[in-house]
């Protein structure tokens, strides 16, 4: 196949730099820059999403039916990547990426009508109620229990690692409905709101002083049984379909970026190499990408190709982080929490690009695990793919 722009791709990419050139404030453009997580600031990243919706772009790889846009893989890859490079806002949102699709897939007509125009124009946000403690990669051991009562599932237990949990509205969430039976057979999956007595959230700070995730306690929580999505105890299927969509992802963007930030100060032979290899690496990464998704028609997913991604995508992620950290060189020991708003006035030590170097190193350690760890991928693609 041809990976290379066509007339109306390079139409298309003139269309979106446009659009980011008029709609990119210089108060967003520098709260994207300062991005220092895979998450962003939720309020800046929510705004953004909104100017982005409006202008019928909010959801790319969705089907029209749905309010997404249609566009072919080579459009949804251009569209991440000027955005990237013009550095626009992160808006995190399980719902557009995972839970979404999943809607489509195996909503009821009231479940898409309630839940998919609000997520795709930023009303509500999501989270994900998959790992608890003791059943993270082994999750089908999950033991959060949800009985019936009536037309309602009273629902116990505890989930961990809930990123957002504190800003969503809704929670996807992994139930156990059946204890007597094979432990991928007795689980369903249920939409929660977050405003549910009983239902509470206390904050885990990370490595990088982030309060991104949290984990979160059900005490005898009521959730409507018309919440649940799928059949009762047929959640496992819905689930793993859902993973699909969170592990394959285009990522290669994320490198390009944060090496685009890290370039000026890569003045050392040492450094320049290790940013050509990561360079390369990542432009052969860019070129699977396309492969990939120009396979799909829109709302698809890639299958166990997705474990492939994942797992380069985060290891490139990993790579670009560090040379921009030990391009900050010594800065990059400076804590300086003031500097990374542009509320304040506070004035960077060291180069202000690479300002968030150390926290998105710090951060992006993470990134191997979440998502199903990168040795759990490795073990799909060895059963999925080489049959072994
Ligand atoms: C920043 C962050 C955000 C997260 N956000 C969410 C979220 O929003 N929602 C959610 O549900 N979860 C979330 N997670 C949880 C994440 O999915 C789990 O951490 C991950 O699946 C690993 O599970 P675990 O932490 O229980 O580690 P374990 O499963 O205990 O694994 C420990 C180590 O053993 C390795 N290992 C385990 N089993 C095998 C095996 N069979 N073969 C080879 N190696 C193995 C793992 O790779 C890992 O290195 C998040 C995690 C992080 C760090």
């Not at 991440?80 to 195996?106: D, H, L, T, W, Y």
């Not at 609000?118 to 608890?132: D, H, K, L, P, R």
């Not at 994320?254 to 890290?262: F, K, S, T, Y």
Request: proline share 5%; glycine share 8%; charged share 20%.
């Amino acid at each position: 196949m041809d990976l290379s722009l066509t007339p109306e791709d390079i139409a298309f990419r003139d269309e979106v730099r446009a659009f980011l050139d008029e709609k990119l404030t210089p108060d967003l453009r520098a709260w994207g820059q300062l991005t220092r997580s895979f998450v962003g600031d939720v309020e800046i990243g929510k705004r953004w999403q909104k100017i982005v919706h409006a202008k019928g772009w909010g959801a790319p790889a969705w089907p029209v039916e749905h309010g997404g846009t249609g566009w072919t893989a080579m459009q949804r890859y251009i569209f991440e990547r000027e955005s990237a490079a013009a550095r626009a806002p992160k808006f995190f949102n399980m719902g557009i990426r995972m839970v979404g699709p999943v809607i489509m897939k195996f909503g009821t007509p009231a479940q898409k009508a309630q839940f998919l125009p609000a997520t795709v124009g930023a009303e509500i946000m999501w989270c994900q109620g998959y790992s608890e403690p003791g059943s993270g990669s082994d999750l089908a051991s999950l033991q959060t229990r949800a009985e019936r009562d009536g037309d309602h599932y009273v629902i116990n237990g505890s989930k961990i690692w809930t990123t957002l949990a504190h800003y969503a509205d809704w929670m996807f969430c992994l139930v156990r409905t059946n204890r007597d039976v094979k432990q991928q057979d007795g689980i369903s999956f249920v939409l929660i709101d977050m405003k549910t007595p009983g239902l509470s959230i206390r904050p885990i700070i990370t490595l990088a002083g982030d309060h991104e995730v949290n984990q979160v306690f059900f005490d005898n929580v009521r959730v409507p049984i018309a919440n649940r999505v799928g059949e009762e105890n047929k959640g496992w299927t819905v689930a793993k379909y859902l993973l699909e969509f969170e592990r394959g992802g285009i990522y290669s963007p994320n490198p390009a970026e944060i090496l685009e930030m890290a370039d000026e100060a890569c003045d050392t032979p040492a450094l320049t190499a290790r940013t050509a290899q990561t360079r390369i690496a990542n432009m052969a990464l860019e070129y699977t990408e396309k492969r990939v998704f120009s396979s799909l028609t829109t709302g698809g997913s890639t299958g166990a190709l997705s474990s492939l991604l994942k797992i380069r995508g985060t290891e490139l992620t990993q790579a670009a982080s560090e040379i921009a950290m030990d391009a900050n060189d010594l800065y990059a020991l400076v804590d300086q929490p003031d500097a990374l708003t542009p509320v304040s006035n506070a004035v960077p030590l060291g180069q202000a690009e690479l300002v968030t170097a150390t926290y998105r190193h710090l951060n992006n350690r993470a990134a191997s695990i979440y998502g199903g760890s990168n040795e759990i991928q490795r073990n799909i693609i060895a059963k999925a793919v080489l049959g072994l």
